[in-house]
């Protein structure tokens, strides 16, 4: 058969994927298939049909807006057309616009994700316990797959992230008010003053005492 459920499942591969030159690849496959067994044109047409309600389906399925992609695709226009050079790119503009769809839908849904990711560590970043394993919980996905789509998203990793906020934090508490350092520690999810003043450090290329001593050399 020229479009059996194998190729049908290598072309929503392609299509999930986005994919363009894989897509065209494979519909110019089925239509050359067909043509190889000598189809006529009602078989151009009921092959063009089930790629294009294949199509609809998976839309339907992954849960895309498939307003657009019906539009498209008018499964019935199909049973209109007496050409095969009309059928392929009506095809193929179904598949791309699939494609586009779900590649959007993904990165809209992976920037949703990574916002409430801020929020959630902007929220709680005083917590000590916080980690990559309590924000991909509160997110419900997987923990390796946060830590791959955080670092994508912010080109950091989530730690790295982390110790940014909470650096800066200290730094503001430094500027702003007279707690002490381990008070300081406590304030921004530190529950070893010790390791804070390491973390610090490392971080600003001073002490806490240092920045702070700096500071009041400079208001003199």
Known sequence: MAFDKNIEMQLLSAIK???TKEIKQIVDLIFENITKERGGVVQHQFCSFSILLSILREAEYIGVDTSNIVTQSDLKSIFEMWDVDEM??????CAEKLSKCIVQSRKNSCSAAIEKAKTYISENYKNPDLSVDTV???LHLSASYFRALFKKEIRSTFGSYLTE??????????????????EIATQIGYSDPHYFSYCFKKYFKKSPNELRESLMSDKQ
């Not at 392929?88 to 503009?93: A, L, S």
Request: glycine share 4%; hydrophobic share 35%; net charge positive.
């Open 165 to 182: 906020l909470r650096m800066e934090k200290a730094k503001d508490l430094i500027l702003t008010t007279s707690l002490k350092n381990y």
């Open 88 to 93: 392929k790119p009506k095809v193929m503009c």
């Open 17 to 19: 994927l986005g994919d």
């Open 136 to 138: 991909s919980e509160s």
